[in-house]
C-alpha cells in the first residue's frame, strides 16, 4: 500500500490518503485516484506519494 498527501506550500500536510495495491491492478505510477480539495483554499499544493518509506512520486496541484 501507499500514502498520498497533498501539502500546502508551508509544508502543513492539508490531506491523506492511503492508496489501496492489488497485484490485479497496474502498477501505481500507472493508476489514478481523485481527492476531494473543494474545502481548500485557492493555491498551489503539493503531493507526493509514499511507498514502503520511498517517495515514488511527487508534483503539484493548482487550485483555483
Known amino acids: 500500500d501507499a ?5 500546502d506550500i508551508a509544508g502543513r500536510v492539508v490531506t491523506e490518503k492511503k492508496l489501496e495495491y492489488s497485484k490485479q491492478k497496474e502498477p501505481f505510477g500507472r493508476r489514478t485516484t481523485t481527492v ?3 474545502r481548500l483554499s485557492p493555491g498551489v499544493y503539493l ?5 514502503g518509506g520511498m517517495m515514488i512520486a511527487e508534483g503539484k496541484v493548482v487550485k483555483e
Open 36 to 38: 476531494d480539495i473543494s
Open 3 to 7: 500514502v498520498m498527501q497533498l501539502t
Open 47 to 51: 503531493y507526493r506519494v509514499v511507498q
